[in-house]
């Protein structure tokens, strides 16, 4: 079973910063994209960056700019460092290996 390990989820004001952090198996991590996508309440689940093994990035638009992710190929690692947070980010955040599993997710939530 594929196992993927969040943490770094909490609460902020607006324009704080948050960084989350996924862990998973090498075979897992070398060979599939690796995403953070989050769901509010109410709304769809949304994608908010992934990068593939390779390297390559694709953004969420709404979160270009400010969202940043990368991965530590040492430690199987990928992560999600969130600056200029705002109200409207507050969601569960969860971590991806290509499009069929996921984490058990984070909360972020961005409070005035």
């Known amino acids: 079973q594929v196992q993927l390990v969040e943490s770094g989820g909490g609460l902020v004001q607006p324009g704080g910063s948050l960084r989350l952090s996924c862990a998973t198996s090498r075979d897992i991590f070398s060979h599939y994209v690796m995403g953070w996508h989050r769901q509010a309440r109410g709304k769809q689940r949304e994608l908010v960056a992934d990068?593939?093994?390779?390297?390559?990035?694709l953004y969420g638009d709404s979160v270009k700019g400010r969202f940043t992710i990368s991965r530590d190929n040492a430690k199987n690692t990928v992560y999600l460092q969130m600056n200029s947070l705002k109200l409207e980010d507050t969601a569960v955040y969860y971590c991806?290996?290509?499009?069929?599993?996921w984490g058990q997710g984070t909360q972020v939530t961005v409070f005035s």
């Open positions: 991806s290996a290509g499009t069929d599993t």
């Open positions: 990068i593939t093994p390779g390297g390559h990035i």
